[in-house]
C-alpha cells in the first residue's frame, strides 16, 4: 500500500522560510517521479515542483521558481521542499504525490498517489 505523509506546513509571516517533508513507503520509487502541488480555497490545484528520484532531475513552476528547492533523501524515502520568501498567496494546502514514470510533469492528473496535505498559511 502506498503511502504519502506530508509534514511541516504551519503558520508564518511573510517574507519566512517553510520546508515541508513528504515520507514515502510501499512502492521502489527509484524510477518515479515525486511531485509536490498546492490547492488553495476555490482554486484548482496547481503545480510547485518535481523532481525524478533517479539522478535528481528537477522540475520548477515558473511563478515560483528562485523561491524553491525540491531534494530527496534517498535513504529515508523522503522527499524536501524548502520554500524560501513566502508570501500570502502561497497560502494553500501542499501535496506530494507520485508519477509512476521517469517522465518529469507538471500536471496533477499525470500523478497517481497522493498524500493527505499540509496546510501552509503566511500572513502579510
Known amino acids: 500500500q502506498v503511502q504519502l505523509v506530508e509534514s511541516g506546513g504551519g503558520w508564518v509571516q511573510a517574507g519566512d522560510s517553510l520546508r515541508l517533508a513528504c515520507a514515502a513507503s510501499?512502492?521502489?520509487?527509484?524510477?518515479?517521479?515525486m511531485g509536490w502541488f498546492r490547492q488553495a480555497p476555490g482554486k484548482a490545484r496547481e503545480f510547485v515542483a518535481a523532481?525524478?528520484?533517479?539522478?535528481?532531475?528537477?522540475l520548477y513552476a515558473d511563478s515560483m521558481k528562485g523561491r524553491l528547492t525540491i531534494s530527496r533523501d534517498n535513504a529515508k524515502n523522503t522527499v524536501h521542499l524548502q520554500m524560501n520568501s513566502l508570501k500570502p498567496e502561497d497560502t494553500a494546502v501542499y501535496y506530494c504525490?507520485?508519477?509512476?514514470?521517469?517522465?518529469?510533469?507538471?500536471?496533477?492528473?499525470?500523478?497517481?498517489?497522493w498524500g493527505q496535505g499540509t496546510q501552509v498559511t503566511v500572513s502579510s
Open positions: 510501499g512502492l521502489t520509487f527509484i524510477n518515479y517521479v
Open positions: 523532481i525524478r528520484w533517479s539522478g535528481g532531475t528537477t
Open positions: 504525490a507520485v508519477r509512476t514514470s521517469r517522465v518529469l510533469r507538471g500536471t496533477p492528473n499525470e500523478y497517481d498517489y
